[in-house]
């Protein structure tokens, strides 16, 4: 309060308010380096609320943080602040190991407009997570993909629509979708692969051989009889 009186009676309060502003962005830049991951987390959702751009740059390295809660806040605020060129560091995350880093980073992609994400959100669509692939489908949606969002909604009906889309870029997530816990999710990405042009997936089809459900292996020795 003292700070800002003294300015108020040398500047204007335009002027006051934009220094003020400059102050609040620099005090919260400091915070950026507390020990305490919630000082941390504080301070970077009063530089989001401040809209301070600018701020960026110190961001970025907060994706790489060893505390979740640290990744997910940063790559809300990267998403919030509105700052593009920062897209691979973004879909770094997609593949990260805590379910909501990963969706916090889907929401910023969309959020920012980033094409050059629709590959790698395309893939989430055979994610096991159900909230991960309606979020990458949402995301897809918000991308100028709507399609996706019509066959994705984070049911297992997902991978059934997938594998009957026809679209040749449905054989990312037909694979990701192989590694799945459930044996007909990994039968029906077989079946899907197939119908794509089996000889690109021969390599797939024969570790399928190996699955230790019969009817995958019954699937996997159909794709192969049928090339």
Known sequence: KRFVSRLQ??????????VYKAFQIWLNLRGL???DPKQRIAAVKA???????????ALLPMLQDQDVHIRHTAAWALGEL??????AELITLLEDRELEVRKAAIKALAQLGERQAVTPLIKLLGDGDSDI???????????????????VTGTDDDFVKLAQ?????????LTKALEHSAWFVRKTAIEGLGRL??????????????????????????????L
């Open 47 to 57: 530089l989001v609320s401040l809209q301070a751009r600018n701020a960026v740059p």
């Open 165 to 173: 889309c026809g679209d040749r870029r449905a054989a990312p997530p």
């Open 82 to 87: 509105g700052d593009h060129g920062n897209a």
């Open 197 to 226: 042009g089996g000889k690109n997936f021969l390599g797939l089809f024969r570790k399928a051989l190996q699955d230790k459900h019969p009817d995958v292996r019954e699937a996997a020795a159909a794709a192969l009889k049928k």
């Open 133 to 151: 692939r309606n979020a990458a489908a949402k995301a897809l949606a918000a991308l100028g993909e709507p399609r996706w969002h019509e066959w």
């Open 9 to 18: 009676g040398v500047f204007s309060p335009k002027r006051v308010n934009l």
């Open 33 to 35: 380096c507390a020990a």
